[in-house]
T-cell receptor, first 111, second 115 residues
């Protein structure tokens, strides 16, 4: 079983829709949770991070962590064509330097 | 301000050949990482370094070696390339462990094909 599971999609939505992206994980030691956005032929860029459980909002993006269910989500409100990319979740325990990444969900926002 | 620069961007090798991938960062970051990204596998950590002169193994280190002789550079070597090493390789750096105010900054990758 992989440490982190993420539905690869692809996901296609109309402009202005609310997008929900999700990851599940198996390691209860994970405390740091991140979302990266990766455009085609580019490196990942950090979008959001949260520590432990709870919500975090940044503009149109909201990250949620539910540690009891081992489930994290990224919501994108008022989605734009420029949001079309692959979204990667990543997580890490308190100790150690290794990050564990999901496989990524491909999102297309149609104008 | 270039951030993280990877050289080369593309390369085709024959089985058994050797090569070195170069990662350079201009942000004075302590931590540097090498990942490979494969379809359906996500990003997997190969090796990492917590400072000049240090290296450590990640999740998939076999067949690779690394060196961090200078703080700004992190080299990934393939001594005898195998087709299973065909992948996109990403380098990343961070000021510390890569969370909170110290996110990992990624380069744009090196696309490597082994024939």
């Amino acid at each position: 079983q992989k440490e982190v599971e993420q539905d690869p999609g692809p996901l296609s939505v109309p402009e202005g829709a609310i997008v929900s992206l999700n990851c599940t994980y198996s390691n209860s030691a994970f405390q740091y949770f991140m979302w990266y956005r990766q455009y085609s032929r580019k490196g990942p860029e950090l979008l959001m991070y949260t520590y432990s459980s709870g919500n975090k909002e940044d503009g149109r993006f909201t990250a949620q962590v539910d540690k009891s269910s081992k489930y994290i989500s990224l919501f994108i409100r008022d989605s734009q064509p420029s949001d079309s990319a692959t979204y990667l979740c990543a997580m890490r325990a308190n100790t150690g330097n290794q990050f564990y990444f999901g496989t990524g969900t491909s999102l297309t926002v149609i104008p | 301000n270039a951030g993280v620069t990877q050289t080369p961007k593309f390369r085709v090798l024959k089985t058994g050949q050797s090569m070195t991938l170069l990662c350079a960062q201009d942000m004075n970051h302590e931590y540097m990482y090498w990942y490979r990204q494969d379809p359906g596998m996500g990003l997997r950590l190969i090796h990492y370094s917590v400072g000049e002169g240090t290296t450590a193994k990640g999740e998939v280190p076999d067949g690779y070696n690394v060196s961090r002789l200078k703080k700004q550079n992190f080299l990934l070597g393939l001594e005898s390339a195998a087709p299973s090493q065909t992948s996109v390789y990403f380098c990343a750096s961070s000021r510390q462990g890569g969370v909170s105010n110290q996110p990992q900054h990624f380069g744009d990758g090196t696309r490597l094909s082994i024939l």
